[in-house]
């Protein structure tokens, strides 16, 4: 007996490794940006980038079979890692955005 693609979308949607994942990713991201600061668009840089460095992080571990600190199907080491690169290359390639003062500040230098 075939499962629909309906029954395939609710196994990935529900599974506890993936809403494990996002949820420390999230954290992951919130506590950079109390550390770093930087505003309200700067809080969702940093969010994103925690999201993509723990999932890239997760998939280098799930890929290369590395199985240190992991709980269930979560790569807590390598997800970690990931995240903590992404934030730092996020701040680094995806500067803060000047404001409309910023910018005519640096017209006039």
């Known amino acids: 007996m075939q499962s629909s693609w309906f029954d395939l979308l609710l196994d990935i949607v529900l599974a506890p490794a993936l809403w ?57 080491l390598w997800g970690t890692v990931g995240a903590v690169l992404g934030l730092a290359l996020g701040r680094r390639f995806w500067p803060r955005p000047r404001g409309k003062s910023g910018a005519r500040q640096a017209c006039r230098r």
């Open 20 to 76: 494990l994942s996002i949820a420390l990713a999230l954290v992951y991201g919130w506590l950079f940006y109390g550390w770093r600061g930087g505003g309200w668009r700067q809080l969702g840089r940093d969010l994103v980038a925690g999201l993509a460095g723990f999932g890239l992080g997760q998939l280098t571990g799930m890929l290369f079979g590395i199985s240190w600190l992991v709980v269930g199907q979560v790569q807590l």
